[in-house]
T-cell receptor
Framework: GAGVSQTPSNKVTEKGKYVELRCDPISGHTALYWYRQSLGQGPEFLIYFQGTGAADDSGLPNDRFFAVRPEGSVSTLKIQRTERGDSAVYLC?????????????FGPGTRLTVL | AQSVTQLGSHVSVSEGALVLLRCNYSSSVPPYLFWYVQYPNQGLQLLLKYTTGATLVKGINGFEAEFKKSETSFHLTKPSAHMSDAAEYFCAVTLSGGSNYKLTFGKGTLLTVNP
């Protein structure tokens, strides 16, 4: 079946602009996660959705970052007033979340470059 | 809080040689441990995970890892490297308690396989 998809695969923007990154999880997965992977680093947790609600947004770096999942499926990560330090690969993952140790399935990521 | 240290940002082996990728963790509670592989332009793929029970865990593509609590380690091994194993490998940990969805990753180890 189809895996997690993310669009766009690459996004180049200018400092100060607004961007939206989209994630389509695996059908039927109730849990959705966003991570950020900076150059030379491992992914870092940003936010976790269970259904439509953000169950844990403790990883969002500041209030310029916001994510939504209005119908419990597709999610959008929104970044306002982008800064050069926001340049990274943004990864989305989803899982069934039927047990404590379920597997998170990752998408290929969106590479964001802020000039 | 938990953390992961991967020793060696780059490991190079010959085809057919043993692969050993090192991972040490710190955790205040019993951890769940994971190894993910990332091929170029693809999402992270789960190789194997340890939650409870048998400390030697077998995964896909001939990889295995052993949880050693006394050494706080979860090293990844494969007896004989194949060219297709060339990729970046990430060790990750979550807590076994309520926040067990929040993966904390190491910085990754790039594995190259020489013919």
């Amino acid at each position: 079946g189809a895996g997690v998809s993310q669009t766009p695969s690459n996004k180049v923007t200018e400092k100060g602009k607004y961007v939206e990154l989209r994630c389509d999880p695996i059908s039927g997965h109730t849990a959705l996660y966003w991570y950020r992977q900076s150059l030379g680093q491992g992914p870092e947790f940003l936010i976790y959705f269970q259904g439509t609600g953000a169950a844990d947004d403790s990883g969002l770096p500041n209030d310029r970052f916001f994510a939504v999942r209005p119908e419990g499926s597709v999610s959008t990560l929104k970044i306002q007033r982008t800064e050069r330090g926001d340049s990274a690969v943004y990864l989305c993952a989803s899982s069934l979340r039927r047990e404590n140790t379920d597997t998170q399935y990752f998408g290929p990521g969106t590479r964001l470059t802020v000039l | 809080a938990q953390s992961v240290t991967q020793l060696g940002s780059h490991v190079s082996v010959s085809e057919g040689a043993l692969v050993l990728l090192r991972c040490n963790y710190s955790s205040s509670v019993p951890p769940y441990l994971f190894w993910y592989v990332q091929y170029p332009n693809q999402g992270l793929q789960l190789l194997l995970k340890y939650t409870t029970g048998a400390t030697l865990v077998k995964g896909i593509n001939g990889f295995e890892a052993e949880f050693k609590k006394s050494e706080t380690s979860f090293h990844l091994t494969k007896p004989s490297a194949h060219m297709s194993d060339a990729a970046e490998y990430f060790c990750a940990v979550t807590l076994s308690g309520g926040s067990n969805y929040k993966l904390t990753f190491g910085k990754g180890t790039l594995l190259t396989v020489n013919p």
